[in-house]
T-cell receptor, first 110, second 117 residues
Framework: KNEVEQSPQNLTAQEGEFITINCSYS?????LHWLQQHPGGGIVSLFM???GKKKHGRLIATINIQEKHSSLHITASHPRDSAVYIC????????????FGQGTRLTINP | DVKVTQSSRYLVKRTGEKVFLECVQD?????MFWYRQDPGLGLRLIYF???????EKGDIPEGYSVSREKKERFSLILESASTNQTSMYLC????????????????FGPGTRLTVL
């Protein structure tokens, strides 16, 4: 079974700072997912990537398949970025089932 | 845009009651999922369906059953609710319809916060 570790668990920063959240997993995968969960519960898919880098607005996700590691970066952070960020990878036995990290709670202060 | 809706945002039930949680998606997705989310434990898969009337157990199926009679609707059933089933329940759907398909983006509903007294 794939194990997923995220760091840090909690992160507090000032508005404008560059943010990095890390995700490591234990076995080879076809794709890695980054998700965002705002207070109130709704989860939104941010990225799904299998190699290299993807960018969407101020969010950048990178993955190193050999190192089994991915990072989510936020440039020019804003209080509305405050949320829980979750990475997820497929189970080795079935690609449709995901294993989720514990999440990183990000708070951006004005 | 894909829309995944869940029948209730908040639900309070008593121990022993039969509870139905409904999930509907409007984008003709093949796969549907039920998760529960608890503090410190993250998201855990309860059941997964990759086609009408097809289902697979997830990590924590005990105490739950599911029904998928129509493609757009996936129901989670708690046959006899217990206090340890108090949790946030999230439904999700994704496009690919066969078990060996590559991992696909999942679209989540708003969640149902269930309290069992």
């Amino acid at each position: 079974k794939n194990e997923v570790e995220q760091s840090p668990q909690n992160l507090t920063a000032q508005e404008g700072e560059f943010i990095t959240i890390n995700c490591s997993y234990s076995v080879g995968i076809s794709a890695l997912h980054w998700l965002q969960q705002h207070p109130g519960g709704g989860i939104v898919s941010l990225f799904m990537l299998s190699s290299g880098k993807k960018k969407h607005g101020r969010l950048i996700a990178t993955i190193n398949i050999q190192e089994k590691h991915s990072s989510l970066h936020i440039t020019a952070s804003h209080p509305r970025d405050s949320a829980v960020y979750i990475c997820a990878v497929p189970l080795i036995q079935g690609a449709q089932k995901l294993v989720f990290g514990q999440g990183t709670r990000l708070t951006i202060n004005p | 845009d894909v829309k995944v809706t869940q029948s209730s945002r908040y639900l309070v039930k008593r121990t022993g009651e039969k509870v139905f949680l409904e999930c509907v998606q409007d984008m003709d997705h093949e796969n549907m999922f039920w998760y529960r989310q608890d503090p410190g434990l993250g998201l855990r898969l309860i059941y997964f369906s990759y086609d009408v009337k097809m289902k697979e157990k997830g990590d924590i199926p005990e105490g739950y059953s599911v029904s998928r009679e129509k493609k757009e609707r996936f129901s989670l059933i708690l046959e006899s609710a217990s206090t340890n089933q108090t949790s946030m329940y999230l439904c999700a759907s994704s496009l690919n319809g066969w078990r060996g398909a590559p991992s696909d983006e999942q679209f989540f509903g708003p969640g149902t916060r269930l309290t069992v007294l």
